[in-house]
């Protein structure tokens, strides 16, 4: 299918956003590492061997293992002048530029996001004077930090570029190994200039997007890898004929799977009951390793809208116990037979109508049964099993990235304005494809009129123990919340409507009001300081998160008593104050939609900061925030009496004078929910946000003896995310145990990465508050 005819389909499927990106990369190509798969070529003659530029963006599907972007390494290889590669590393997965014995650049970033797309530049300079700047890495535009820093011999001939065998996918030294196992999109090397992110993407509204690159000056031995020549995928669109050899490729490895169009993939980061299976064929291919009866569950890497419908294939390729369908994140829900096709032989389709809760299941493209669902089943899944150890299930499933099934080529395709996808089978009648260009436009994006980082941010600053402007925030916000990171301190919180004098804390009971020196003004890109060594003692670092209301409030009297109100409804964020006149009474919020999240607080006398919540078992519930406790039933005077769109209730003492920090949640924005923990120590739970995270905070509620531990983006900038502050602590930051604290930040959500009664006890129940980057639709992996 042509670049037009699916821009063409995208249009008339109807996908808000299409227009988002200034230029669009059509094609990409699959890389199976079990085939062996890689391009190769051998210069005719030397190019620059001192100066040069490799650009390529990645998506993952095997972790853990190294993997060989491009580079030269021919089995003569001896010492660094011979070999030098770009690649990630072995287990750490790293990203390295690397000679025979030395790792010249290696990042401090792990990369172990699989469901979106990484931009990757390499840059080569041994003509510079200082050694530090001979090489470099940018991960999305952004150069890395590095955890080794070395220098190149100053004007020296390395590897590349050199009339030796190079590859692109893997490493040829006495024999090929170090296969990289993934997507690969507009692979582009520029001999003879060292050249920055810029020439090859761009920042768009804070995400970094590709540009065209067909105008620059390659070089001699430059190339522009396209893969619009699916029975070519070597081909080079540079100009230069530069073209690789494929190994190990097939035309059939030419994907639709883009940086501007990501598609769906089976999720190695959500196993449901984390039982061993394998993954193959960019993730696309299943197999079940174990013999455990009930065997695994794998989902899709982006959940289902709410509305529409949806469509998928999928084929067994060996053994005899598989399923196909939907599923929610939980296994227990899977034994209610809202599987389909264990039995049946063929191409299995299955279409979920998200408006009707139907699940629609084709066999051969003919409707064969038809079944209910629920509103939680929004991932579409590929079930594998055995019985006693025999039959084990292996299947390949296809979301619309490539309509080719098992060798056999694509009989139909996707020929109708049934939304962008090339199929086996035509999809059912209004049915799309699980792609990030399908998915709704968000309320609050990049391509929307309001963006995340101008309704939540977070800013980094050291204190200078005088007045200072802190700015960077993007907006003028009307929620401040600050802690030390190496400043034991409360923590403080400053809102609008109470104004900068007064400040609650969640670490403490106290109250404060009428301070002059903390936080003195909410200016229109961030807030001013006094001297208040618990917001700006000097030489300290401090974190400031920041949400955004609407303004110094207005007058609500939704509720049995009248409360001032200055709610963001496009962001679900609401600050309330009120003097309550009862023991249970009725308060309106402003939001227009029912919180998920209360943080309540007494201001005219000292008490505890509590968390009131809906997310666990229906109920409402609460929390102390000063307090390790485990949570307290409240639906007697929260839920069950009046939380509604308008008004929430709140079990007070009359004549108290009360602060409410309400937060509902916003698709691709905000979300509150819960997970279970399941005690390993590296393979933690997955979360799925739908967004690409800022900040994190996270409670166990069943069981006391617990912190709230809170990440954010910017602590360190990249994952590993290890440095929690605790809300209810007044410690700086746990630096102690980096590995035994971390989280990955991922494009569609979150990986827990250690085991610790914080957030990943086998079998404990957590919740979380999560807050955007960018919505998923638009998110670059992380």
Known sequence: MSSSSRKMLQAAAGNAGGDFYPYTVDYSARFNDNDSAQLGRTPSSAGNRKTWTYSVWIKRSTLGTRQILFGSCPNTASNDLTWLTCGIDETTDVVRIAG????????????RDTSSWYHLVFVWDTTQATGSDRSAIYINGIEATYQNNNSPSLNTDYAVNDTKYH????????????????YMAQACFVDGQALDPTSFGEFKNGVWVPKDVSGLTFGTNGFLLDFSNSAALGTDSSGNS????????TSSDQMIDTPTSNWATLNPLQRIRNQPVTYAEGNLYVQYDGSDNAGEVVLSTIRLPDTGKWYFEGIKTGGTYYSFGVNTEIYSDTKDAITWGNTATGRVGVMVDCDTNTMYGYVNGTLTTTTSITSEHRYFKAHVWSLN???RGQVVVNFGQNGTFNGTTTAQGNTDANGLGDFYYAPPSGALALCTANLPEPTIGPNSDTTSDENFNTVLYTGNGSTQSITGVGFQPDLIWVKGRDYASNHWLTDVIRGTGSIISTSTSTIYSGLTNAVTSFDSDGFSLGNDGAHNASGYNFVGWTWKGNGSGVTNNDGAITSTVSANTDAGISIVTFTSTSSITTVGHGLGITPSIVITKRTNIAGTPYMYFNIVDGSADYIALDSTNAKTDYSSSWSDVATSSTLFSISSTAGNDYIEYAFAEVDGFSKFGKYTGNGSSTDGPFIYTGFRPSFVMIKRTDSAGNYWPM???KRPGYNLTPYPLYANSTATEDTSHPTARGLDFLSNG???????????LSGATYIYMAFAENPFKYSNAR
Request: aromatic share 14%; net charge positive.
């Open 750 to 760: 979150i990986k827990v990465r250690a085991i610790t009664s914080d957030f990943n």
């Open 242 to 249: 530069n073209n690789w050899t494929p190994s190990g490729l």
């Open 167 to 182: 590859t692109i996918g893997s490493r040829q030294t006495w024999s090929a190994d170090s296969y990289f196992d993934g």
């Open 100 to 111: 025979w014995n030395t790792s010249w650049k290696r990042t401090n970033a792990v990369l």
């Open 389 to 391: 150890g025999s039959g």
């Open 711 to 713: 990440h954010d983006s």
